[in-house]
């Protein structure tokens, strides 16, 4: 064999064109108190239920978990109308986007996701070795013609986010089915709902009756928004059953912690506890968006737990004005630079004081106070 003239192991093509993902800020310096509101986490924290079940589980940590998640599964089928058999849980719904990429997408192969959609779709494609495509969206929102329009006979997969992060924005379920009725049976297409539960529209569905009923549709869900869980990494994926195997053949044995699988069935269980989280985010979604609004801001329409705040450089002080006086202040607001968007901040709807926080010092920041 002939020896490499390489000096040290050298990734594959595309994994060094990969920007690493950051997370969004958790602390200001100096600051006396801080209202993270950057990573779209409910403000209810979780049920006291999931965090008793974590206590319990902790008893047993010398012992392997679940490798399949059969309690978390059994759960998610019971409360939604499943077959558990067609459902896969993940560590968060990150780790589900990444295995749909690794067992559909190779070398040469492309995958297509929105302008301003999720970051990991764009990780997920390069890191398996294909092309990542990227559809114009319309008014901050998916396009259905424009990621038709996309397509190749080298499409292998379709991310989308409904509704979007970080725009808020979503697409009526009437063109969900648009685009699935577009694709050939071969393109396998992914609803994103990490926040459907927050939805109030009447044309929006979250897509499980579509990954119930067709062959190449699947949607995942996250436990790390409305139910509080973030930290635990739980997500879950429903599917048809030849997707679900292919990918239980690939994913870790032991994803989930057995905490993780004990927490988010009682988190499941307990639905008042997500019967408040979506009325205080239905009470204050509006009132936010309405307050930076009145302070000359532009705000695009959520349907999320979360805003998309805009400060155009016409106004003479910027976006990452607004973020660095925001974070003098306490308040740790979420920059979108990297989905395309640097004259854009992401607010999400916290707590009620949180919320006063926030309100305030945007109003100090528009009436051109010093930080």
Not at 83 to 103: F, K, M, W
Not at 207 to 222: I, W
Not at 252 to 275: M, R, W, Y
Request: overall charge neutral; proline content about 6%; charged content about 15%.
């Amino acid at each position: 064999m002939a020896a490499s003239s390489l000096a040290r192991p050298v990734p594959r093509p595309g994994v060094m064109a990969i920007d690493l993902y950051v997370p969004g800020k958790s602390g200001a310096l100096g600051a006396h108190k801080v209202h993270k509101l950057s990573s779209n986490e409910t403000p209810l924290g979780p049920s006291p239920a999931a965090v008793a079940a974590m206590r319990e589980a902790a008893a047993k940590l010398e012992v392997y978990p679940d490798g399949t998640s059969t309690t978390l599964r059994q759960a998610i089928a019971k409360r939604y109308g499943l077959d558990a058999g067609r459902i896969v849980c993940g560590a968060g719904s990150d780790e589900l986007l990444s295995l749909l990429a690794y067992a559909y997408v190779g070398p040469g192969d492309e995958g297509i996701f929105c302008a301003h959609g999720f970051l990991v779709y764009r990780i997920a494609i390069l890191a398996a070795g294909g092309t990542a495509v990227v559809a114009p969206e319309c008014d901050l929102t998916a396009d259905v013609d424009a990621i038709l329009a996309a397509v190749t006979p080298r499409t292998k997969i379709v991310y989308i986010a409904n509704p979007n992060n970080p725009t808020g924005t979503y697409l009526p379920f009437s063109e969900v089915r648009r685009l699935h009725a577009g694709l050939d049976p071969h393109v396998l297409l992914v609803l994103d709902g990490a926040y459907a539960e927050y939805v109030r529209a009447g044309d929006y569905a979250d897509g499980l009756e579509l990954a119930c009923e067709a062959e190449n549709v699947v949607m995942t869900r996250t436990f790390s928004k409305i139910h509080g869980l973030a930290a635990l990494r739980i997500g879950w994926m429903v599917g048809p059953a030849h997707v679900i195997d292919a990918v239980n053949r690939i994913r870790g044995p032991f994803n989930l912690s057995t905490a993780g699988i004990a927490a988010g069935a009682a988190a499941l269980a307990d639905e008042a506890h997500v019967a408040a989280a979506i009325a205080h985010n239905a009470a204050w979604l509006p009132r936010l968006t309405e307050g930076v609004r009145a302070l000359g801001f532009a705000v695009t329409p959520s349907v999320a737990n979360f805003l998309l705040v805009h400060f155009p450089e016409a106004h003479g002080r910027t976006a990452a004005d607004a973020d660095a006086f925001l974070t003098g202040r306490g308040v740790i607001v979420r920059r979108v630079s990297a989905y395309g968007l640097p004259g854009a901040l992401r607010v999400t709807v916290g707590g009620a004081e949180a919320n006063g926080a926030f309100l305030d010092a945007l109003t100090a920041f528009a009436r051109g106070a010093d930080a």
